[in-house]
């Protein structure tokens, strides 16, 4: 079925066309923000276009705006079209080896922000490990908020790490962020030291590998990031019981959950030899960080 859009070189009201478009973008659960976004796009503005806007949509950009819908009508998120996300105020670009960051994680970021602000006047600055990066969003909005601090992120994939790189020098803390291919912390010369981090952050597979995920999360996330074995517990099962030999005396793990999952996690992270010291809410009030300490 044509969108029936036709191209103009007139100026007119963006309403109408937002309402067209927001009314064939029934997968979506926000058809009008979609379709503003997917119109700016198509007039090559990384901004969304406002009802009260009046444009111009000529032919390439209507040849733009189709191909736009026809992608986004298949599930594709509007961050994968953008080829970023907004985290923590930041732009993150992505690729097909990052998870698309989530709102949920950014309480991740405030509970280790709250921890380090805590640091006594004179304390060496900070050294955080982000294991599992992706995009990097997690130990960059950290750097970002603590100038002196250094960090070390790690990740599986060649192409997250790839991207992680030019996301911490487009944000201008590359010189603080080393970035390490490898399966969460196993050996790397020089780089996991015993007692070397303040800062532990993580945000790992959690999800049932049978699990049932809609179509803009299971055709677009790497499933590396996003399946933990049946009971999405088993990166748990292999990155605790690592966490307390490279923890810093006094030192915090912040590490994200499952909403059902804090009384599984804390019994391995307890078994792990880690204390459950906190548990931090996601915007929408569900369990979604556990605080864990080895003192």
């Given at each position: 079925m044509s969108l029936q859009i036709t191209p103009s070189s007139d100026i007119r009201s963006a309403r109408p066309l937002i309402s067209l478009l927001a009314g064939?973008?029934?997968?979506s659960a926000s058809p009008r923000l979609d379709a503003s976004w997917l119109l700016g796009l198509s007039l090559g503005r990384d901004i969304a276009v406002q009802g009260h806007e009046?444009?111009?949509?000529?032919?390439?950009?209507?040849?733009?705006?189709?191909?736009?819908?026809?992608?986004?009508m298949k599930g594709e998120p509007v961050s994968r079209l953008r080829g970023k996300r907004e985290f923590w105020s930041h732009d993150f670009y992505l690729n097909e080896a990052t998870l698309d960051p989530r709102a949920d994680t950014e309480c991740l970021v405030a509970a280790a922000c709250a921890f380090a602000a805590?640091?006594?006047?004179?304390?060496?600055?900070?050294?955080?490990?982000?294991?599992?990066?992706?995009?990097g969003c997690i130990l960059l909005s950290l750097l970002l908020e603590q100038p002196d601090a250094k960090g070390v992120g790690t990740d599986i994939a060649a192409l997250a790490i790839a991207q992680a790189r030019a996301n911490a020098a487009m944000l201008g803390v590359a010189t603080r962020a080393a970035f390490h291919q490898t399966s969460w912390c196993d050996p790397i010369a020089g780089v996991f030291m015993p007692g070397l981090f303040d800062i532990i952050t993580s945000n790992p597979p959690y999800i049932e590998s049978q699990a049932l995920l809609s179509a803009d999360v299971a055709d677009y996330d790497?499933?590396?990031a996003l399946f933990a074995g049946a009971d999405g517990l088993d990166d748990y099962r292999t990155l605790l019981p690592r966490l307390p030999a490279l923890m810093h005396r006094h030192a915090r793990a912040f590490i994200e959950i499952g909403s059902t999952q804090k009384d599984a996690v804390s019994a391995l992270a307890i078994e792990s030899?880690?204390?459950?010291c906190g548990i931090e809410l996601d915007f929408s009030g569900r369990d979604r960080c556990l605080i864990l300490t080895c003192e």
């Open positions: 064939r973008l029934t997968q009046d444009i111009c949509l000529d032919v390439d950009a209507c040849a733009r705006l189709g191909a736009l819908m026809a992608r986004r805590l640091k006594p006047q004179g304390a060496r600055p900070a050294q955080i490990l982000d294991l599992g990066t992706g995009s790497p499933h590396h030899g880690l204390a459950v």
